[in-house]
Every structure is written in C-alpha cells, then in structure tokens.
Nanobody, 117 residues
Framework: QVQLVESGGGLVQAGGSLRLSCAAS????????MGWFRQAPGKEREFVAA????????EYGDSVKGRFTVSRDNAKNTVDLQMNSLKPEDTAVYYC??????????WGQGTQVTVSS
C-alpha cells in the first residue's frame, strides 16, 4: 500500500505563496488519480485539487481556481500544489490522497498552512 507524506506548509502573509509537495512510497503512475484536500478547525473537509496520472488532466475546487496549480513529477514520485495569492480563508491542514480505483483510499498526515491578514 502506498504511503504519502506532505511537506511545505508554513506561515505566510495574505497575498503570498507556498508550494506543497506530496511524496509517495511507490511509483504514482499506477494510481488513477492523486488529490489535495483541506480542513479548517470546525469546518468540513474541502476538495482542493486533483490530477489524473494517465494524462495529467486536472480539476480544482471553486474557491481555489485561478490561484492554485497541481502538478506531478514522475521521476520524484511527487504531486505538488502551488498556492498563489493566498487568503486568510485558505488557512487549514492540507492533505494528500491517492486513488487506485478512482476512490481515495490512502491519506497522508497533513501539513498546516496558516495565512495571516
């Protein structure tokens, strides 16, 4: 079973940028898709972005369209999330997930992103 580890979280000011990375213990090309989710205290988990491994097609949540970009690196077995124009409402724990059968079954521990006003 694949294991996922997120990194790159931290504290930034509004309008700044961060780049998150999800490292996989196995080659990620054999999985149907990889996704990013986030959850703020007291709020429901929210879909952020996903990338289909076969053709690198992407999907984004409405709240991050135009600001976030998800990408993959076959050589490093990583999936990255570039976050630009960050807002205080982006503050949350960000999770990486893998979907072998188009259903997310494996999750990372999460990385904290805090955006100050």
């Amino acid at each position: 079973q694949v294991q996922l580890v997120e990194s790159g979280g931290g504290l930034v000011q509004a309008g700044g940028s961060l780049r998150l990375s999800c490292a996989a213990s196995e080659r990620t090309f054999r999985y149907y898709k990889m996704g990013w989710f986030r959850q703020a205290p007291g709020k429901e988990r929210e879909f952020v972005a996903a990338i289909k491994w076969s053709d690198a097609s992407t999907e984004y949540g409405d709240s991050v369209k135009g600001r976030f970009t998800v990408s993959r690196d076959n050589a490093k077995n990583t999936v990255d999330l570039q976050m630009n124009s960050l807002k205080p409402e982006d503050t949350a724990v960000y999770y990486c997930a893998a979907a072998p059968y188009s259903i997310y079954q494996t999750w990372g521990q999460g990385t904290q992103v805090t955006v100050s006003s």
